[in-house]
Structure formats: structure tokens, C-alpha cells
């Protein structure tokens, strides 16, 4: 069974070929890591991956299933969740409001229902709470449950970007630059988290970051992109010491 | 200071937050229902109508407030709507219809405008969609003077006052609890909504369009829902405001009450449902107040032509500057000032100097 493949994946804009013929196979269960300078198409990967971009060419395949014109609100409920680069918090709500959110995948109750707020839907949110605390025992933002995300610092917000993602039950992960901005400790915990995820909720982890000393403590297999093609695949080890990616991309 | 202590999930999801609010919330209400009874034995009974006009303001202000607000979706056309439940509400009760069908038939016809109108505007965001909602309150106003056969054009049509299952409610008093019992019906299922995944998805929706997508958040249909709730909203609205009017014309449902709406809930508070009752009681008691203080003003300045809108932009002005949170955010400062006195510190909202966020990543 393939658990998550894009095969020769593509996007132009305009003339620029943001990722041109992308091919990687992430096994379930591992940690798997994409790299590459600014503009090599890691993010663009990430938005195609969640329907936000149309791929010109290519196939994306989820549990043996094609995602590739599958509509973005219906990835959520396959199984696929993600953080974004520039944190993309609901700012104007609590925490808490924003972790129920993502709970929204599995949502039964109808408009009618929610309008009246009947027993039911008071049960199913009453459910969604307990799901919600789970993750926010897990990484520890108990104190922050009802402060307004505007009122939050950075590195909490980081932190609830990945709650927010795991409160959707999901397979597979996408972290978008999980330790951009923040310090040396609060990456730490970053690294701990990532292998807590993969180790103790059995999630798969997609990631894009440049923290190599991150890449390396985590990663099983990585990726090295420049110029939306593919440079090296393999292990943190093999990729970092490969002649291409140091010569485009870690410098040496 | 009080302190909230958390013990159970259900805290989070009741209608008041603990028993202290409840008993708060208890008390308004008999002071409301009380009101009317104080007035008559002030020999005031002017203002009992003037209240009625709270009541109805209320329920066009939590219709913009959920289209505005939480969805983050600016409309410059929700007197078109309030027009379409006014007529269709009138029109019923011509053709002999009773009052409790007829409002539902006029609520199930806004309603249908307004998922027509949400159709085209899934697309827009911004100053695209309020020009868009323009257009169409341009046109509906267009339709009310030349569709003669059911609003009667310019000529107006008269609306008799409301009976209910034999009950007339002719009399202002009994008016009066009729129009409140439409205002907490229409806050509660509006606050129903927003303590269960609609409510959430709206303000998800809001606050950064990409990131609901992300979290399985369709995004047309929600948006289209918003429209569709507060287009619904405003036909209950325009059911009341018909009675109240007793008098249709086309020229009531202009574009200058379509901003005068949308004024009501940015002065009240975006993002509040306090908000759009603080700004219905603006909205609607500006006027009789600015005509009391027309009699102590020098006569160079209360014979003034546009002295009222002329306030009303001031004020305006005056809220986007100083407190973009409006009457309800001054309300939160003033009540943590006491809960906290003397300990208070101006510095406690200091940083809070954001706008609510419409245009985001999209």
C-alpha cells in the first residue's frame, strides 16, 4: 500500500516552473524532511499537497487513493493536516476556539441542530472538548487555553499551530518551518515534540525546515530541492554530505 | 476581581458563564420587561415606541453582526433585505395570511435572497463584495418602485398592526413585547450557533480563509450559510419594522440605511453580539435625543439642516479612532475598571491596538 506519493508533480507561474517533476514516497510512520534555499519550492510542495494550488502536472496518492483534484476542504478528513510558515492562527478567537476549529473535519451535527443546540450537539462538542484537551496536555499550553491569540507570544503560537493541526486526528502531518523564530530551547522542545508525534501518536510527519541541526536529530529521510527540482534524496547523513546540496544550499 | 474556577467542559458551552451572570442577565430582563409599565406611569409612553425601535435595530444589528463580524464579509446592501422581509411581510398580511405564517414565509424569502446574493459574492472579499451587496440593494430599491402589483410603487403601502393567533397587537406596550420576544429569540439561536462548529467555522473563516480550508472548512458553503442566516435574520427584522412603520415605500430601504446598519454594528463593536445591541441602542436613540437637545442648543446650530447625520459621522469617526472595538469594547474597560479598582492600569489594552482583520491571505 502506498501511504503518501507525489509522482512527477509540477506547478508553473506563468513562466517560472515553481516545482518541476517532484517525485518522493513517504512511508507510514516516518519523518520525512524537505530542504532546499528560499524559493526552491518547499512550500509551493506543501500547498499542492493541500489543494490550495492546482499541480499543472503529476499525481499526488494518499492511502492508494489519487488526491490530486481532491477539494481542499475535504483533505482535512482524509487525513492530512498542516502549519503554515507564517503562522495562520484565527487571531480574533481563544485558543481553545481555535483548537475545537480544527475539529471541524469531524463535525455530524447539521444547521439545524447547531441552531437549536440540541442534545446531540452538545454531546458531540462536549466530545470535541475531550479530543482538544488531549492535545493540549500533550504539549503543555494548559495556561493559554482562553487568552486571545493576538495576546499570545510567538513561541506559543508556533506551539499552537501544531496543536491546532494535531486536533484534526491526523495521518499525516505537514509542518511548514516548525522552528522558524523561535530560540535555541524552544527548538529543543520543537525536536522533542516532532519525535513525540511520530513515536507516541503513530503520525507520519512531513516537514520543511532549514534548522539542519533539527533535520538531523529527527529526520529519517530527506529531500534536497533547488529550483523546484530534486538535488538528493536519503538520509540526513547522505543528503548533507552529497556535493550538489552543499555546494547549492549549505555552503562549505 | 472575581475569578472563574473551571471544574467542568460545560462551563465553556452554557449561555451565561456562571451564576453570577446569569443573575445579572435575570435582572435586565425583568427591567426590560418592566420598562414599558415605569414609562406609563411616567406618562412617557413616546418613549416605549422609541424603545421598540432598540428591539428591531437589535435584530438588523446581530444579522450584520454575523455577516460582518464573524464571517468578515462586508455587506452594503442589508436594507435591500430588510426592504424584501418588509414587503413580503406585508404582502402576506394583505393577502389575508396570519402573522405567524406570514413572517416565516418572509423570513424563508429573505433568506433565499440572501443565498442568491452569496452565490456570486463567494468569489469577492473586501470593498469587491461590499460594491457588489451595493449594487444589489440599488437594484432591489429599483424593484420597489416598479413592481406595483405587489409593493404598490411609489403610491406605498399601508401595513396594518400585527394580530397574532386572535391577540392584537395594536396597542405600542403590547407591540413592544412582541418585538422583544423576536429580539431574544433571534440572540438566542444566534449565539446557538456561534458556541457550535458553524459559529467557529465563520469565524475561522474570518480570520484567515487558508487556514479554515486547511482544517476542512468549506468555504463556499459557509459563506454562503452566513449570508443566507443573515439575510434571514433581516426578513424577521423587516417583518417588525413594517408593523412598526405601518407605511412601505421604496424610498425607506435606501443605500443610506444599508450604511446607517452597517455604522450600528462598527460603532456597537465588531465581533460581539453585545456589540449589535450597544449599537441598536445608538442607532435608534440618537435621533429622539438629538431632538430633546435641539431645544437647549443655540438656534445657530439646531436649526442646522444634516445636524443629525452630521453628529452621526462625528461620532463615527470618533469610535474608529479612539475605540476600534466600539461601545462594547469601552464596556469591557469600564467593567474591568471596577472589578479591579484601585488596582487598574491604562496600560492593560495598550497593546491591543489591532483591527478586526477582513482581508487577510485568501
Not at chain 1, 183 to 209: C, H, P, R, S, Y
Not at chain 1, 212 to 235: F, H
Not at chain 2, 314 to 320: C, D, F
Request: charged content about 20%.
Amino acid at each position: 500500500m502506498t501511504f503518501f506519493k507525489a509522482d512527477g508533480l509540477a506547478i508553473n507561474f506563468g513562466g517560472i516552473k515553481a516545482v518541476d517533476g517532484v517525485t518522493f514516497e513517504v512511508k507510514k510512520g516516518e519523518i520525512f524532511t524537505i530542504i532546499g534555499p528560499n524559493g526552491a519550492g518547499k512550500t509551493t510542495i506543501f500547498n499542492l499537497v493541500s489543494r490550495i494550488y492546482e499541480a499543472s502536472e503529476g499525481k499526488l496518492v494518499f492511502e492508494d487513493r489519487d488526491i490530486t483534484r481532491t477539494p481542499p476542504h475535504q483533505i482535512a478528513k482524509l487525513g492530512i493536516a498542516r502549519t503554515f510558515q507564517n503562522i495562520e492562527l484565527f487571531e480574533h478567537a481563544t485558543l481553545l476556539q481555535n483548537l475545537l476549529l480544527a475539529r471541524h473535519a469531524h463535525k455530524k451535527s447539521g444547521f439545524f441542530g447547531e441552531l437549536l443546540f440540541t442534545p446531540g450537539v452538545r454531546k458531540m462538542e462536549l466530545e470535541h472538548r475531550e479530543a482538544v484537551e488531549k492535545v493540549i496536555d500533550f504539549l503543555d499550553i494548559q495556561q493559554y487555553r482562553d487568552t486571545y491569540i493576538v495576546n499570545l507570544p510567538y513561541g506559543v503560537r508556533k506551539v499552537t499551530e501544531l496543536a491546532r493541526a494535531l486536533c484534526t486526528d491526523p495521518k499525516l502531518l505537514l509542518l511548514d518551518e516548525p522552528s522558524s523564530g523561535l530560540n535555541v530551547e524552544e527548538t529543543a522542545d520543537m525536536a522533542f515534540w516532532i519525535q513525540d508525534i511520530k513515536n507516541l501518536l503513530g503520525v507520519t510527519v512531513l516537514m520543511v525546515e532549514h534548522d539542519m541541526s533539527l533535520v538531523s536529530a529527527v529526520s529519517d529521510r530527506v529531500l534536497a530541492l533547488n529550483y523546484g527540482r530534486m538535488l538528493a534524496q536519503g538520509t540526513a547523513q547522505e543528503v548533507q554530505t552529497h556535493p550538489e546540496v552543499v555546494r547549492a544550499y549549505l555552503g562549505g | 476581581m472575581r475569578f472563574f474556577f473551571k471544574t467542568d467542559y460545560v462551563q465553556d458551552i452554557r449561555l451565561f458563564r456562571d451564576k453570577v451572570d446569569t443573575f445579572w442577565y435575570a435582572l435586565l430582563g425583568l427591567a426590560v420587561i418592566a420598562l414599558p409599565l415605569v414609562l406609563i406611569a411616567l406618562e412617557e409612553d413616546y418613549f416605549i415606541g422609541e424603545i421598540t425601535w432598540v428591539f428591531i435595530y437589535g435584530i438588523c444589528g446581530l444579522s450584520l453582526m454575523v455577516l460582518v463580524g464573524f464571517t468578515g464579509l462586508v455587506s452594503l446592501g442589508h436594507a435591500a433585505f430588510l426592504g424584501i422581509g418588509a414587503y413580503a411581510h406585508a404582502y402576506f398580511i394583505q393577502h389575508g395570511v396570519p402573522f405567524s405564517g406570514a413572517i416565516v414565509l418572509a423570513i424563508i424569502i429573505t433568506t433565499l435572497a440572501g443565498i442568491l446574493v452569496g452565490l456570486p459574492a463567494l468569489r469577492m472579499t473586501g470593498i469587491y463584495l461590499a460594491i457588489a451587496t451595493l449594487a444589489f440593494a440599488i437594484i432591489i430599491q429599483e424593484v420597489f418602485s416598479r413592481w406595483e402589483s405587489v409593493t404598490h410603487g411609489f403610491a406605498g403601502m399601508p401595513v396594518e398592526k400585527a394580530t397574532v393567533l386572535g391577540f392584537s397587537f395594536e396597542d405600542d406596550t403590547a407591540f413592544y413585547y412582541l418585538c422583544l420576544f423576536f429580539l431574544v429569540l433571534a440572540l438566542w439561536l444566534t449565539k446557538n450557533l456561534l458556541r457550535s462548529p458553524t459559529g467557529r467555522a465563520w469565524i475561522a473563516i474570518r480570520d484567515s480563509e487558508i487556514a479554515a480550508q486547511s482544517m476542512g472548512v468549506n468555504l463556499a458553503l459557509y459563506k454562503t450559510m452566513a449570508f443566507a442566516y443573515s439575510a434571514g435574520l433581516m426578513g424577521m427584522a423587516g417583518a417588525l419594522f413594517a408593523h412598526k412603520i405601518a407605511y412601505l415605500a421604496p424610498d425607506i430601504f435606501t443605500v443610506i440605511l444599508s450604511i446607517q446598519l452597517l455604522l450600528l454594528v462598527i460603532v456597537g463593536g465588531l465581533g460581539s453580539l453585545h456589540g449589535a445591541i450597544f449599537g441598536a441602542i445608538f442607532v435608534a436613540l440618537l435621533p429622539p435625543t438629538i431632538a430633546i437637545l435641539r431645544d437647549y442648543l443655540p438656534e445657530a446650530i439646531s436649526r442646522q439642516p444634516g445636524l443629525e447625520a452630521g453628529i452621526f459621522g462625528l461620532i463615527l469617526v470618533l469610535v474608529i479612532l479612539f475605540e476600534p472595538l466600539g461601545i462594547y469594547g469601552r464596556w469591557m474597560k469600564i467593567k474591568l475598571y471596577f472589578s479591579m479598582f484601585p488596582m487598574y492600569k491604562r496600560a492593560t489594552f495598550k497593546r491591543q491596538k489591532s483591527y478586526m482583520k477582513s482581508e487577510r491571505l485568501r
